[in-house]
């Protein structure tokens, strides 16, 4: 099988359904129990997302065997820095070099939106996102921002060499 990514807006049914289970898996490990419909209703009500599109944004698809199995995003924040966000895998596509996939696809649309950094915050149970990101040349730095369940800060400078 192979992987397909695609820019997609953020609010068609795969993506959506992909936002969905990144909020429930993120927020069940945070919260040590599943979450329930509501809560996830509530954690995606204004999040940002309309901030996934152009010209503030964009939010890529992976499909895996035609499935859609991982999304990424990421949000201009000034002219020339993006925040990563909502980078996500599910569990039965772990391991099939998606996560790379899809910083690849943000970074060559944040290079075309004329992106020097990118940056994101995550949190410390979130090990295999921050393993992922020092993998692929993001370092982790110093407090970026002082978001809730930002715990650990990441950033990496885009440049044609990369």
């Known amino acids: 099988m192979t992987w397909i990514i695609t820019t997609e ?15 429930d898996e993120v927020a069940a ?14 954690g995606l009500t204004d999040d940002g997302t309309r ?3 152009p010209p503030t944004g964009t939010f890529v698809v992976g499909r895996y065997g035609g499935k859609p199995s991982a999304c990424a995003g990421m949000i201009l924040l000034e ?9 996500f895998v599910r569990p039965e596509a772990r391991g099939t070099g998606a996560g790379g996939l899809l910083l690849a696809a943000v970074e060559r649309t944040a290079r075309a939106y004329g992106v020097r950094r990118l940056q994101l915050d995550t949190r410390g149970d979130l090990v295999e996102a921050r393993g992922l990101y020092a993998k692929h040349g993001y370092r982790e730095v110093g407090p970026l921002n002082s978001k809730p369940y930002a715990e650990h800060w ?9």
């Open 154 to 162: 990441f950033v990496k400078d885009l440049t044609d060499a990369d």
């Open 9 to 23: 807006h953020p609010r068609t049914p795969d993506a959506t359904t992909l936002r969905r289970d990144y909020y």
């Open 79 to 87: 002219p020339e820095v993006g925040e990563l966000t909502r980078v």
């Open 29 to 42: 490990r945070y919260w040590n129990r599943p979450v329930t419909q509501a809560e996830i209703d509530e």
């Open 51 to 53: 901030l996934l599109v």
